[in-house]
């Protein structure tokens, strides 16, 4: 089993910035592969926000392009996202996930989650 924890949500005005952090721990038997975020909205679906492969390999959401950058530490099994620019659309719930593959959208296991809000 593999768990993560979410540090570095809060309220933060329009055009602002916050720094997410997950740490994985547990069973390291299994490789972590892909590590990302989702986030969900109040009323809305859960989205993937930006995903890293192991190799470093990046996908984002179109919303988030140029404000958003991912990164990990696969050493320490942590993966980062520094939010610039952040607007009230970006208010939600982030959940950092990982998977044992390599896909884009990983899934095996989640965080707790941890709550953005972006407003002034």
Not at 59 to 76: C, L
Not at 97 to 119: E, F, H, I, K, L
Request: overall charge neutral.
């Amino acid at each position: 089993q593999v768990q993560l924890v979410e540090s570095g949500g809060g309220l933060v005005q329009p055009g602002g910035s916050l720094r997410l952090s997950c740490a994985a721990s547990g069973s390291f038997f299994i490789i972590i592969g892909t590590m990302g975020w989702y986030r969900q909205a109040l009323g809305k679906e859960r989205e993937l926000v930006t995903s890293i492969t192991r190799s470093g390999l990046t996908k984002y959401a179109d919303s988030v392009k140029g404000r958003f950058t991912i990164s990990r530490e696969n050493a320490r099994n942590t993966v980062h996202l520094q939010m610039n620019d952040l607007k009230p659309d970006d208010t939600a719930v982030y959940y950092c996930a990982v998977d044992r593959s390599g896909t884009y959208y990983p899934d095996d296991y989640w965080g707790q989650g941890t709550q953005v809000t972006v407003s002034s």
